[in-house]
Nanobody, 114 residues
């Protein structure tokens, strides 16, 4: 199992980013997938999850209306579109199955700062 996240960067408050997660070593379409994040000094938290067919998605309250999770099972890729970014969204972002498995990917750093 392997996850490779990409698309992070430095963005000003109110900006947008689109993260991608390339998954391999398993059949993505069989699994509910999640995005997680870990801010400095804090525990990793689940940002949101998407069902196998993409028809049900849920989000952490603090990102509702700003973040959108999607997936392309044919490309074995999961996406996280983020708009109206806030400094408190600064974290390393990871994807994984809903019931997370090891190893985690390297994550992608998102820094929201002016």
């Amino acid at each position: 199992v392997q996850f490779v996240e990409s698309g992070g960067g430095l963005v000003q408050p109110g900006g947008s980013l689109r993260l991608s997660c390339a998954a391999s070593g398993f059949t993505l379409s069989y699994y509910v997938m999640s995005w997680f994040r870990q801010a400095p000094g804090k525990e990793r938290e689940r940002v949101g999850s998407i069902t196998s067919a993409g028809n049900m998605i849920n989000y952490l309250d603090s990102v509702k209306g700003r973040f959108t999770i999607s997936r392309d099972n044919a490309k074995s890729t999961v996406y996280l579109q983020m708009i109206s970014l806030k400094p408190e969204d600064t974290a390393v972002y990871y994807c994984n199955r809903y019931n997370s498995v090891r190893p985690w990917g390297p994550g992608t750093q998102v820094t929201v700062s002016s």
